[in-house]
């Protein structure tokens, strides 16, 4: 057979010889779990605690559901591979395992026919809709928390229930049509970064049903579950030296792998409409009340990457390793770790704080992830409201530290307004609000709190005495002559 070999259903055999490949037989395989938001992150966590359960004798497996445009391209990849792929895990000693994953059977897109899809949500087989949609598909106004109904999309599903577009548009269709035939609801189960993502999805797709279609809301109210989940594995974007690799050490071709840590997390609240798999079987902790672990992750790991993401940005860094190799940068991010998120975090069973935060530090100086600072910094924006800003308010209401979460936020307003490094290397920005951002950072020097002024954002910090205090000062050292990486050196 010629070499490497092409990945699809009839060539795992020929790669089983040197690769691990599924035990269990895909053909007769029935979904019962829908997956929206079909990305790298879900194929190194969710679609691959799956894998390991029907390893195990499972039966469970997942159909991939693209809601976007974008998704195209790997639902035709998926087509031409049998909805096989290759995950890559990525050592700190540089090896590389790969491992074929074979619990995604089915993959649909919902662009320009919803049918296909609302019929597999609707189908009796189907027991979870899992969703990891990012901060922006949630569609919340960020300071308020409220439903965005102005979205254009939003406006037309509310008028054509039976040709939606966005995940709220098709949950309820596929809930309408559920319980029309008197079958029971599916659970939906969040897998992603918000802060009680169960619960928000449950408050935004209520918010939703109840202008569409009151009726409908109330049975989802009363039926449909929404646990919330803490997920956790790094997963950088792939690149072609990902596929490469593959193809020259393992003698596999596929057209787009997955790489991802060895690390891996995940915590669910056990509350499911209709049933759920034994994944507790392959180390997914399912608890009464996931928040505390929530706020963890949230708090340390995220807002953590965003720290050094920001701060590595503006001094040059392209990778978050490079960061942490720095003494400065790894003592910087400790001591934001330690003495500004620690004490407004409450104590979480099972978890030791000092180790976690060490394994953090591990995780983010593995040489062989390289995740990239632009990635990292991409939608910020979104992020930042969610995962460093909270702390800052909450230190600001205890009297705690916020100079080296205050420096971010500054950083921040300089990386939006110059968009290039403090050597004048010009800054790949991936943000939906990179124009809004940039008109709001431009300002600085006429009105220093023209970034922060954005409530949407920061909430009320531009009207608190003591943070713009010290963000004045940290936006006076930043546009001087000083680089970020010795305003660092002073303060942390």
Request: a negative charge; hydrophobic letters at 40%; one cysteine or more.
């Amino acid at each position: 057979m010629e070499r490497p070999i092409q990945l699809n259903q009839n060539n795992l055999e020929a790669l089983g010889s040197h690769i691990p490949v599924p035990n269990y037989n895909r053909n007769s395989a029935t979904a019962d779990i829908v997956h929206i938001g079909v990305g790298g992150f879900h194929r190194s966590h969710l679609a691959y605690y799956l894998h390991l359960l029907k390893n195990d004798g499972e039966t469970s497996s997942l159909c991939g559901i693209g809601l976007r445009e974008a998704d195209a391209k790997l639902h035709d990849i998926f087509k031409e591979q049998d909805h096989l792929y290759a995950l890559m895990v990525k050592h700190p000693d540089g090896k590389i395992t790969p491992e074929i994953i074979g619990s995604i059977v089915d993959f649909k897109m919902g662009t320009s026919d919803p049918e296909p899809v609302i019929s597999q949500m609707a189908h009796a087989n189907t027991k979870i809709v899992s969703l990891t949609i990012t901060e922006g598909g949630y569609n919340f106004n960020p300071t308020t928390g409220a439903f965005n109904f102005e979205n254009p999309d939003i406006q037309h599903e509310l008028r054509h229930p039976s040709d939606p577009i966005t995940v709220y548009g098709f949950l309820c269709a596929a809930l309408k049509r559920r319980r029309d035939a008197s079958l029971p609801a599916f659970t939906i189960m969040s897998c992603d970064n918000i802060e009680h993502n169960g619960d928000m999805a449950r408050k935004m797709l209520l918010a939703f049903a109840e202008v569409q279609n009151p009726e409908l809301a109330q049975w989802i109210a009363e039926e449909v579950r929404f646990p919330n989940s803490m997920v956790d594995r790094i997963t950088p974007v792939t690149t072609p030296s990902d596929i490469e690799i593959l193809a020259q050490n393992f003698d596999v071709r596929d057209a787009w792998p997955v790489t991802c840590e060895p690390f891996i997390q995940w915590v669910v609240e056990d509350k499911f409409s209709n049933g759920r798999p034994a994944l507790e079987k392959v180390g997914v902790q399912f608890v009464a009340d996931v928040g505390p672990y929530e706020k963890m992750k949230l708090r340390l790991l995220n807002a953590g990457h965003s720290v050094l993401g920001l701060l590595g940005a503006l001094h040059g860094y392209p990778t978050i390793n490079a960061c942490v190799e720095d003494h400065v940068f790894a003592k910087y991010i400790r001591a934001f770790l330690d003495q500004e998120v620690t004490p407004v975090l409450g104590p979480i069973a099972g978890i030791d704080l000092e180790e976690y935060k060490t394994s953090l530090l591990e995780r983010f100086a593995n040489p062989n992830i390289k995740d990239s600072v632009s990635r990292i910094c991409s939608e910020s924006a979104a992020k930042l409201p969610k995962f460093l800003i909270p702390t800052i308010h909450e230190n600001l209401a205890i009297g705690g530290n916020i100079k080296l979460a205050t420096l971010v936020i500054a950083a921040w307003c300089y990386y939006s307004d110059k968009q290039k490094d403090q050597s004048g290397a010009p800054l790949e920005i991936l943000d939906a609000m990179k124009g809004k951002l940039h008109d709001a950072a431009k300002e600085t020097p006429n009105n220093t709190l023209a970034f922060i002024e954005q409530e949407s954002l920061f909430g009320t910090l531009a009207k608190n005495e003591r943070f713009t205090t010290t963000y004045k000062n940290m936006l006076a050292k930043l546009y001087t002559t000083e680089g970020v990486k010795k305003v660092m050196e002073e303060i942390s």
